[in-house]
């Protein structure tokens, strides 16, 4: 639908089109941080990309919007946003947070007009006036529930339909572990992504060794994009010849609508959320044939896309697995359908639901009424990163060495968003440089906060002192450079760089968000502060500040214990020992 109505020409101005002439007429209004043009292009890519699977946050067209205001002659972003605007369209969730971020993006409701306006081939007048309203701010809101009582009407239907279906038709168990297939939603570069590969890696090569009982193992993506990254992690499963499908590129209903088990269902599947709908609709002929013995799921939107059609297909062990705090706690990611989804897929005998710690698995017992312990802990599986950095890492690492002329070094590794706040991070590093002024700081990483950060640094009149790495793949080597890593997000689930950290003897100083406090080391080089909320810099600088004090031999030590307590409990083998036992449960 987008790219019918993404350049239509305005009278009178043949060389724009109807965002940029929007934007002109609301770029007074905007409040958004600016950023750089390349920072916009790979932000608003994200944003694409995380619509594209299923991850569509209230925000979502709103940040695309304010990004084409800032960089108005850039297409790519222009692009983007049309192509948000058309998917929120049919995004009921979009459409009721819409008028909450008008606040924080005020220039996005110009610019929907325009944008709605030149649909004019796509909708009717009616349609588009419609589509506008729904937008709007000031009208009453209804509930999420009311909006989306068809499709919790139907999915309540769906799971009544599998649940009797797996009573009629148990599964057959047999005593070796069988045929597995793992379902994500990419390969990308992303922390669950990693553990995807590493628990299929980990399985397989148990297999291997002929020391259980288990069968071959294969993957399931969404998308496998390489243009976007979406293949980053692809070549190691590869190179273990574990097979990767691509489910969009199978033919839907596995290429016969009227023979597919989804048949008698379809009236009912019409009604569900697209991605959902999307996921029934490519997988469950796919699982029919492969016929596994365990399907694991990975993350809320892959359950949400997967989790259904696994049930359809009757998976004798579907395990669901999470890996950050419920939807509850993070507005921008919750559906109406999700609680319904959960609770009818654990009705089931042999579902499962597992969290990578124990702060996620009692936040989905409360959300879900389910009893204490109901949801199994399987930590991450995490290794040392290797110290290698290519000749462009090691010159600049050179040129900020001799130019500080040494001195401890705080770092960090995160992206610069606003869950992660880098901003907070270098308020923690001015208030140490004020203790310890040949301090010096390196900050690893990219996102749409990168240029508000460094303008931060420079007003705190650290910017000389503070080196900015950028994207890179070989965090190992900036660890190796650190004296300590401070981490200070809002939202987590077991976060891998506290471990990574720890690994290579580095200590940490960060928030509890999520079940960060877990991934921490109970040792006095160690910080975990009291709120994730509020950032406690000053404690955070002490406490900095005494570690930069320790003597050689006390600095020895520390490496050591630290070193010792991430392997001994984020281990590979301990990771996968437990997969194996909850997959054999």
Same mark, same amino acid.
């Given at each position: 639908?987008?790219?019918?109505?993404?350049?239509?020409?305005?009278?009178?101005? %043949?060389?724009?089109?109807?965002?940029?002439?929007?934007?002109?007429?609301?770029?007074?209004?905007?409040?958004?941080?600016?950023?750089? $043009?390349?920072?916009?292009?790979?932000?608003?890519?994200?944003?694409?990309? *995380?619509?594209?699977?299923?991850?569509?946050?209230?925000?979502?067209?709103?940040?695309?919007?304010?990004?084409?205001?800032?960089?108005?002659?850039?297409?790519?972003?222009?692009?983007?946003?049309?192509?948000?605007?058309?998917?929120?369209? *049919?995004?009921?969730?979009?459409?009721?947070?819409?008028?909450?971020?008008?606040?924080?993006?005020?220039?996005?409701?110009?610019?929907?007009?325009?944008?709605?306006?030149?649909?004019?081939?796509?909708?009717?007048?009616?349609?588009?006036?419609?589509?506008?309203?729904?937008?709007?701010?000031?009208?009453?809101?209804?509930?999420?529930?009311?909006?989306?009582?068809?499709?919790?009407?139907?999915?309540?239907?769906?799971?009544?339909?599998?649940?009797?279906?797996?009573?009629?038709?148990?599964?057959?168990?047999?005593?070796?572990?069988?045929?597995?297939?793992?379902?994500?939603?990419?390969?990308?570069?992303?922390?669950?992504?990693?553990?995807?590969?590493?628990?299929?890696?980990?399985?397989?090569?148990?297999?291997?060794?002929?020391?259980?009982?288990?069968?071959?193992?294969?993957?399931?993506?969404?998308?496998?994009?390489?243009?976007?990254?979406?293949?980053?992690?692809?070549?190691?499963?590869?190179?273990?010849?574990?097979?990767?499908?691509?489910?969009? $590129?199978?033919? %839907?209903?596995?290429?016969?609508?009227?023979?597919?088990?989804?048949?008698?269902?379809?009236?009912?599947?019409?009604?569900?959320?697209?991605?959902?709908?999307?996921?029934?609709?490519?997988?469950?002929?796919?699982?029919?044939?492969?016929?596994?013995?365990?399907?694991?799921?990975?993350?809320?939107?892959?359950?949400?896309?997967?989790?259904?059609?696994?049930?359809?297909?009757?998976?004798?062990?579907?395990?669901?697995?999470?890996?950050?705090?419920?939807?509850?706690?993070?507005?921008?990611?919750?559906?109406?359908?999700?609680?319904?989804?959960?609770?009818?897929?654990?009705?089931?005998?042999?579902?499962?639901?597992?969290?990578?710690?124990?702060?996620?698995?009692?936040?989905?017992?409360?959300?879900?009424?389910?009893? *204490?312990?109901?949801?199994?802990?399987?930590?991450?599986?995490?290794?040392?990163?290797?110290?290698?950095?290519?000749?462009?890492?090691?010159?600049?690492?050179?040129?900020?060495?001799?130019?500080?002329?040494?001195?401890?070094?705080?770092?960090?590794?995160? $992206?610069?968003?606003?869950?992660?706040?880098?901003?907070?991070?270098?308020?923690?590093?001015?208030?140490?440089?004020?203790?310890?002024?040949?301090?010096?700081?390196?900050?690893?990483?990219?996102?749409?906060?990168?240029?508000?950060?460094?303008?931060?640094? $420079?007003?705190?009149?650290?910017?000389?002192?503070?080196?900015?790495?950028?994207?890179?793949?070989?965090?190992?080597?900036?660890?190796?450079?650190?004296?300590?890593?401070?981490?200070?997000?809002?939202?987590?689930?077991? %976060?891998?760089?506290?471990?990574?950290?720890?690994?290579?003897?580095?200590?940490?100083?960060?928030? %509890?968000?999520?079940?960060?406090?877990?991934?921490?080391?109970?040792?006095?080089?160690?910080?975990?502060?009291?709120?994730?909320?509020?950032?406690?810099?000053?404690?955070?600088?002490?406490?900095?500040?005494?570690?930069?004090?320790?003597?050689?031999?006390?600095?020895?030590?520390?490496?050591?214990?630290?070193?010792?307590?991430?392997?001994?409990?984020?281990?590979?083998?301990?990771?996968?020992?437990?997969?194996?036992?909850?997959?054999?449960?």
């Amino acid at each position: 639908m987008a790219d019918n109505f993404l350049h239509a020409p305005i009278a009178g101005s %043949p060389q724009s089109d109807r965002l940029s002439a929007a934007i002109a007429a609301g770029r007074a209004q905007l409040q958004g941080i600016a950023v750089s $043009r390349e920072e916009a292009v790979e932000e608003s890519d994200r944003l694409y990309d *995380e619509a594209m699977r299923g991850e569509f946050g209230p925000w979502t067209i709103s940040r695309a919007i304010d990004l084409a205001a800032q960089w108005q002659d850039s297409e790519e972003l222009q692009v983007n946003a049309g192509r948000l605007i058309a998917l929120g369209s *049919e995004a009921s969730a979009v459409q009721l947070c819409w008028r909450s971020m008008l606040e924080r993006f005020p220039a996005s409701d110009v610019v929907l007009a325009e944008y709605v306006k030149s649909l004019g081939k796509t909708l009717d007048e009616e349609s588009a006036d419609a589509l506008y309203r729904a937008y709007r701010p000031g009208q009453t809101r209804p509930s999420e529930m009311e909006d989306a009582g068809e499709s919790l009407a139907a999915l309540e239907k769906l799971l009544e339909r599998g649940l009797r279906w797996r009573e009629s038709y148990p599964p057959v168990r047999t005593a070796d572990l069988g045929s597995i297939v793992l379902v994500g939603g990419t390969l990308g570069g992303g922390g669950a992504e990693r553990q995807l590969v590493n628990t299929a890696l980990g399985v397989a090569a148990r297999r291997s060794a002929g020391t259980e009982s288990i069968g071959p193992v294969s993957v399931y993506c969404r998308k496998l994009d390489r243009r976007r990254g979406h293949d980053f992690y692809l070549p190691r499963l590869e190179a273990a010849a574990i097979p990767v499908a691509d489910y969009l $590129r199978a033919e %839907p209903f596995g290429g016969n609508r009227e023979t597919s088990r989804l048949a008698p269902l379809m009236p009912l599947i019409d009604k569900l959320p697209h991605r959902m709908r999307e996921g029934t609709v490519q997988l469950t002929e796919l699982l029919r044939h492969e016929a596994p013995d365990v399907v694991q799921i990975w993350q809320d939107g892959a359950i949400f896309a997967a989790g259904l059609a696994a049930l359809i297909t009757n998976v004798a062990r579907i395990i669901l697995t999470v890996r950050t705090m419920p939807p509850t706690a993070r507005a921008d990611r919750r559906k109406p359908e999700q609680a319904t989804l959960y609770r009818g897929l654990l009705r089931a005998p042999g579902v499962s639901l597992t969290a990578n710690s124990h702060m996620a698995a009692r936040a989905y017992e409360e959300w879900l009424g389910l009893d *204490e312990g109901a949801v199994a802990v399987i930590p991450n599986g995490v290794e040392p990163l290797p110290v290698d950095g290519d000749d462009t890492e090691r010159a600049r690492w050179e040129e900020f060495d001799a130019r500080t002329k040494g001195g401890f070094t705080l770092g960090g590794v995160m $992206r610069f968003d606003d869950n992660k706040r880098p901003l907070e991070w270098l308020a923690i590093a001015a208030a140490l440089a004020e203790k310890l002024p040949e301090t010096r700081f390196v900050l690893a990483g990219a996102g749409p906060l990168r240029s508000a950060a460094e303008d931060f640094a $420079r007003r705190k009149g650290i910017s000389e002192r503070t080196l900015f790495t950028g994207r890179t793949p070989h965090i190992g080597f900036w660890l190796a450079k650190m004296d300590a890593l401070a981490l200070t997000s809002r939202h987590e689930g077991l %976060p891998n760089v506290l471990i990574e950290a720890q690994l290579a003897g580095v200590p940490v100083v960060t928030t %509890p968000a999520g079940g960060a406090a877990e991934a921490v080391a109970d040792h006095l080089a160690n910080l975990v502060l009291a709120s994730p909320l509020t950032v406690a810099h000053e404690q955070a600088a002490v406490h900095l500040a005494r570690l930069a004090q320790r003597s050689a031999k006390q600095r020895a030590d520390d490496i050591d214990a630290l070193k010792l307590w991430a392997t001994d409990q984020f281990s590979i083998d301990h990771m996968i020992d437990r997969t194996i036992e909850i997959f054999a449960g």
